[in-house]
């Protein structure tokens, strides 16, 4: 299995601004993922982040909102922009390993807007 | 759109005994991924045991073990010999083949308490 980091793993914030999540991975992998668990919820995708192209997002979240970058095999990045409570929530990086047919989870990064 | 439903939101066992939780999918494909994952109060997602969808056998990981009812479109998770450490939100999870690069489809989780 791929060793997955996320940076940071908590961080409070001020509404309005935004936050820029990194996933760094040990070895290169096809797919990477970015979901998003609100409290109490379980997990919604919310986009796949795709090298060298703009990232596939799932319906109900937008570019302008959850901007990603992957610009290589082993790192992507999610930012959370003009930050607002309800975007409180657990955000987690995954990544599809080598065979596509498991994918593993980082540690999440805990947010808390205020 | 593939649709995972987790009937039971809070299941509780003693400990050292056997907890089945259940999980409903819909889907109109034939070939598929089916995961089980467990959430400690850590929020690290851990996986537990996989099922491909074309595999008859059912899969077996130590001490759990699913059930898996392609027809009835049914994947449920046995736990024996329960312990303390199991304690956690078990989410069952849905993934397409096919060499798609979509993601997980979650169930909204069982929360699992361990009686000691």
Redesign the interface.
């Known amino acids: 299995s791929a060793v997955i980091s996320q940076k940071p793993s908590r961080d409070i914030c001020q509404r309005g601004t935004s936050l820029t999540i990194q996933c760094q991975v040990d070895s290169q992998v096809t797919m990477m993922f970015w979901y998003r668990q609100q409290p109490g919820q379980s997990l919604t995708l919310i986009a796949t982040a795709n090298q060298g192209s703009e990232a596939t997002y799932e319906s109900g979240f937008v570019i302008d909102k959850f901007p990603i970058s992957r610009p290589n095999l082993t790192f992507s990045t999610l930012t959370v922009s003009n930050m607002s409570p309800e975007d409180s929530s657990i955000y987690l990086c995954s990544v599809a390993g080598i065979f596509g047919n498991t994918i593993y989870f980082g540690e999440g990064s805990w947010l808390t807007v205020v | 759109a593939q649709t995972v439903t987790q009937s039971q939101p809070e299941m509780s066992v003693q400990e050292a005994e056997t907890v089945t939780l259940s999980c409903t999918y819909d889907t109109s494909e034939s070939d598929y ?1 089916l ?1 089980w ?1 467990k959430q400690p109060p ?4 851990i ?1 537990v045991i ?1 099922q ?1 969808a074309y595999k008859q056998q059912n899969a077996t990981e130590n001490r759990f073990s699913v059930n898996f009812q392609k027809a009835a479109k049914s994947f449920s998770l046995k736990i024996s010999d329960s312990q303390l450490g199991d304690a956690a939100m078990y ?1 069952c ?1 849905y ?1 397409e ?1 096919g ?1 798609g ?9 069982t929360h699992l308490i361990i009686q000691p």
């Open positions: 991924y995961f994952y850590s929020r690290q997602m996986l996989r491909e989410f999870a993934r083949t060499g690069a979509d993601g997980l489809t979650f169930g909204k989780g």
